[in-house]
């Protein structure tokens, strides 16, 4: 059953039955969700774009962005949504201004969120429906600086280069945007209960996997202000000969001055140094090494289920003894869908091979 709220958060209705549904959610960013129901009356007013729908056994919220109608094979018109989580809503705002930061990740985030959209200078900027949940502690701070970057694309970078999930907590009253780490369950640690996926243990279906290091690089140059040989640069390396894989990064926009008191002053070489080698690190993101592993369980098993003995952003073990396979890492996306009165869940482990689109996405940034 899903309910029907609008932005303000006042309940609408139900949607008690429906042909299909996706509820896809991320870790280091926002989710989707997919709906095909009857066309009728009820339906059509329900959802309209901008209401929300969400339900009773999950925390994440997602707001329709498009409706569409669609005719099947056999001759029956569904309504078809889209949506996106919550935390999407962070891409309305973007930072109104220069910002250099000393902190941790997770307070960065937080701080970015508080000043652009819960309360800002400018009255109007304001995103009443947001609330911040309690602060973690958790990752050790770092040196970072930012003129009018998108909220959503800077709350991302930062998750991604520091392995921080994001998600919007909802209870049909209340917003909050919680940041969080997901737990260790491999078989390298003995503090949580272990978690291994592998048709071994007959709690996988079926499984895909990839790998490629194509557009990897280790070694990064960053150039950041000044001119010729008085420009100031970082760097990040690692490597030798074939092993050695390096890009540069025009860092030209970030600042060496930074305001104090309503004044311009220098930003000193060690501090620059580090917002330089931040720059390096997110840009040493976007050419990682891919290695996923695509699954989908066996609800109908209770040895090992999501949601109960692991969730999304844990580390867990991968062991797939016929492709010779014994990895750990995080979910990073996890599907539920419901078709026909049957559920399947899909969760996918690591990073994938970007698609064409994706990699275009990148290269106009």
């Known amino acids: 059953m899903l309910y029907i709220c609008d932005e303000n958060f006042k309940r609408l209705g139900i ?12 870790y280091s960013s926002y989710g989707e969700a997919e709906l095909h129901v009857d066309v009728n009356a009820q339906n059509i007013e329900l959802l309209q774009k901008g209401n929300i729908l969400f339900r009773k056994d999950d925390n994440e919220a997602m707001y329709i962005y498009y409706r569409g109608f669609k005719e099947e094979n056999t001759g029956v018109e569904r309504l078809v949504i889209k949506c996106f989580s919550l935390v999407k809503w962070l891409d309305r705002r973007f930072l109104w201004g220069i910002y250099v930061y000393n902190d941790t990740p997770e307070n960065i985030i937080r701080s970015m969120i508080r000043t652009e959209c819960i309360a800002p200078s400018i009255p109007e900027r304001r995103i009443t429906q947001i609330k911040l949940a309690a602060a973690k502690g958790f990752g050790i701070p770092i040196q970072m600086q930012n003129s ?7 709350t991302e970078a930062l998750c991604n280069t520091y392995e921080i999930g994001i998600r919007s907590q909802f209870n049909g009253k209340e917003l909050f945007y919680d940041l969080y780490e997901g737990i260790n369950r491999t078989i390298n640690q003995s503090e949580n209960p272990r978690c291994i996926l592998s048709k071994n243990f007959s709690n996988v279906l079926s499984r895909n996997y990839e790998e490629a290091d194509n557009d990897f690089k280790n070694t990064v140059l960053v150039a950041g202000a000044g001119e010729g040989l008085e420009r100031k ?3 990040i390396e690692q490597g030798s000969g074939l ?3 390096e890009l540069f990064v025009d860092a030209r926009d970030l600042s060496d001055k930074k305001r104090v008191d309503e004044e311009e002053v220098p930003i000193s070489d060690e501090e620059y140094t580090l917002l330089l080698k931040q720059r390096g690190l997110e840009k040493l993101l976007d050419h990682e090494e891919f290695l996923s592993f695509d699954c989908e369980m066996d609800v109908t098993k209770n040895n090992t289920k999501y949601g109960r003995d692991f969730y999304l952003g844990d580390i867990i073990t991968i062991r797939d003894d016929r492709l010779r396979i014994i990895m750990n890492s995080r979910i990073v996306e996890a599907d539920e869908v419901y078709q026909n009165a049957t559920k399947s869940v899909f969760v996918k482990v690591g990073k994938s091979v970007p698609t064409l ?3 275009v996405r990148k290269m106009v940034k």
């Open 15 to 26: 949607i008690g039955s429906f042909s299909y549904l996706l509820w896809r959610k991320r």
């Open 148 to 154: 009018y970057g998108n909220v959503l694309e800077q």
């Open 233 to 235: 640069r970082a760097s």
């Open 243 to 245: 092993l050695r894989r």
């Open 357 to 359: 689109p994706e990699k």
